[in-house]
């Protein structure tokens, strides 16, 4: 192994003890169930290692032919039945605690992952695939609730266990237990070493677990264009490549981690055996050696049995850490995302209540990667009434500028304000709720006609989506489905036409009425006869409203107030329709181009 190796796993370990540690404040709020649990445990353990001494002092009582006390032995019977009663309640009980603190934990985590989601800066979700992201959320959390906090307990009972069967072999015999704890760390450093060698196995398996879930899920979404474009073979062949991947680290790491408990048994069992010969010895001599009293039988199945248990522990400690392992790496996934830097919080500022369209944009620089410049010193004014068309070849920076004005990114320098207030000095809520958004790409959630276009503004009456629905040109579509209003529509929509996903898109604008619009390619997706319809609508609706307009066919921006030509995210033209083609630059040879044939 290279020392880059050497060092990367001792980071890797470091980070992910790291993470055990940031478990346990998730935990806090459950930490008397905790406590409770390990005392219920140390109570269990107290009695199953009392029930050998009962057993050692009955073996005793049995001498010989007619030689038998037997009224100690029912005794002993009576109370080897309470103990087994005691071990049954209280490890109900154990069980019982830890899960409760289990599962609020992981509930809470879970809870936190996806409000995390939900508040970090979208470059974070942009720049991370969907279905690792999922993954962590779903997967790894289990991963922690399997591991972490169930390991936890097991650890801790096998703790007490080994102290506590130590403690009681020293009463009976301290050459014994010298001779059990001389060979004992024989086991420990089998697994110890066995373990450091899948730690790094563990935490490339939930990698790749991760990158296996974003494939999937990319497959899943996108399944019409796999089809489309016939790329099923080369995404079994991404799948293979990758499930070949999680199929070498999983085996391996489940071949080590299965070797621990057969290594540390061979073990544990030479020390029963060296035990056995030992405690023979002592009772057939008769007296004790080294002033020691003397050796009985049923001393001799007392130890013997707290040999069994001394290193049973051991077995189950060394599975632990195995599970610990795999946990950690998960739990070290989860708190990457946890600890993600949340978008700057605009808590206290004041709302974006009065809103008619005045915006202005002052020298604004932005790049997604600092090395890649793409809108340098970009000024606009607009006045509210106005519909500005933005037009340019792909990548120009069309949906740059809408995510800017949308703060769904915010300026590297400069600034933009709305009715003379600075976006970045109110709400992110109150100034997105300021615009309606129609977007090429539709998006619905698994619900009713009736929610989806109600999305917006969920209080809305069932006349307002309906008024909606009938200026988008959809009622009547919506009229001819089997429940109407109340009809599922599956994910994303996908049991009706991509045409009539964009309908419903546009009904959601229309039924919040904001002040200001923006359209990337609102019509793209319907019919040349309904988008004559959804244009007259759409004129409807931007009256007295200041308009972005994304386009790409040419023809729909003719009316527009102002056309800004964008190339590698600068302005490089802007004036009206017949203002540009009398130019004759680049927005006229796009025009052109448009109708050659």
């Known amino acids: 192994m290279s020392k880059n190796s050497v060092k990367k796993d001792k980071k890797t370990e470091k980070t992910d003890f790291s993470a055990i540690k940031k478990l346990l404040r998730y935990a806090r709020p459950y930490i008397p169930a905790i406590v409770g649990s390990l005392f219920c445990s140390i109570v269990q353990i107290a009695a199953t290692l009392y029930a050998p001494v009962v057993i050692g002092n009955t073996v005793d009582y049995i001498i010989g032919e ?17 103990l087994v009663a005691a071990v049954m309640i209280f490890q109900y009980l154990s069980a019982l605690l830890i899960n409760f603190a289990s599962y609020r934990t992981i509930r809470d985590l879970r809870r936190y992952a996806f409000d995390k989601l939900n508040s970090v800066p979208l470059s974070y979700v942009d720049s991370h695939s969907h279905g690792d992201l999922m993954s962590r959320v779903g997967n790894d959390v289990d991963q922690i609730s399997d591991g972490l906090i169930q390991g936890f307990s097991q650890l801790f009972s096998g703790i007490v266990t080994i102290i506590g069967t130590l403690a009681f072999m020293l009463t009976y015999n301290w050459l014994v237990a010298v001779v059990v704890v001389l060979l004992t760390p024989i086991s420990l450093f089998v697994a110890y070493f066995i373990a450091k060698g899948c730690h790094n196995m563990f935490a490339m398996q939930a990698k790749k677990r991760g990158e296996l879930s974003g494939l999937v899920n990319e497959m899943l979404i996108n399944q019409r264009i796999v089809k489309l474009f016939g790329y099923e073979k080369r995404a079994e062949e991404r799948f293979a490549v990758i499930n070949s991947d999680l199929k070498v680290w999983g085996q391996n790491a489940a071949f080590y981690s299965a070797m621990v408990n057969p290594c540390t048994r061979f073990v544990n069992n030479v020390v029963y055996v060296a035990v056995c010969v030992l405690g023979a010895y002592l009772v057939i001599r008769g007296n004790g050696l080294f002033g020691m009293g003397t050796f009985t039988v049923g001393a001799l ?43 700057p919080s605009d808590k206290g500022l004041p709302e974006l209540t009065d809103a008619i369209g005045n915006i202005e944009i002052e020298d604004v620089y932005f790049s997604y990667v600092k090395s890649n410049p793409l809108i340098q010193g970009f000024s606009l004014s607009v006045k509210s009434d106005q519909r500005i068309a933005i037009v340019g070849p792909t990548g120009c ?4 500028l809408i995510n800017l004005l949308m703060r769904f990114y915010d300026a590297d ?3 933009i304000t709305v009715e003379g207030k600075d ?7 109150s100034l997105r709720l300021s615009y309606g958004m129609v977007l090429q790409d539709t998006w619905l959630k698994k619900g009713t006609v009736k929610e989806n276009i109600a999305y917006g503004k969920p209080d809305a009456t069932d006349e307002e989506i309906i008024e909606a629905a009938k200026k988008a040109h959809i009622h009547s579509f919506i009229s ?29 604008v229309m039924l919040t009425h904001p002040p200001m619009l923006i359209l990337d390619e609102a019509t793209s997706s319907i019919d040349t006869r309904t988008e004559i319809k959804i244009q007259q609508a759409f004129e409807a609706l931007m009256k007295n409203k200041t308009s972005f307009i994304v386009a790409h066919r040419l023809s729909t921006i003719k009316n527009a107030d102002l056309i800004l030509v964008m190339n590698k995210g600068n302005v490089i033209e802007k004036g009206t329709h017949e203002e540009l083609l009398q130019k004759g630059g680049f927005y006229a040879n796009l025009y052109n181009s448009q109708f050659e044939h």
């Open 413 to 415: 320098s400069g600034k």
């Open 480 to 508: 001819r489905l089997e429940k109407g209003y109340d009809t599922v529509l599956g994910d994303d929509g996908g049991n009706i036409s991509q045409g009539q996903k964009q309908l419903l898109c546009i009904a959601r």
């Open 66 to 82: 007619n030689n038998v006390n037997f009224e100690i032995i029912f005794k002993n019977a009576g109370i080897l039945g309470g």
């Open 423 to 429: 976006i970045t000095e109110i709400t992110r809520r």
């Open 397 to 400: 920076g069309k949906t740059t």
């Open 301 to 343: 199945s007392c130890c013997l049995s707290y040999a069994n248990q001394y290193t049973k522990p051991f077995n189950e400690i060394t599975g632990v850490v195995t599970e610990l392992q795999t946990a950690a790496a998960a739990a070290t996934r989860v708190f990457d995302l946890l600890e993600t830097e949340d978008q």
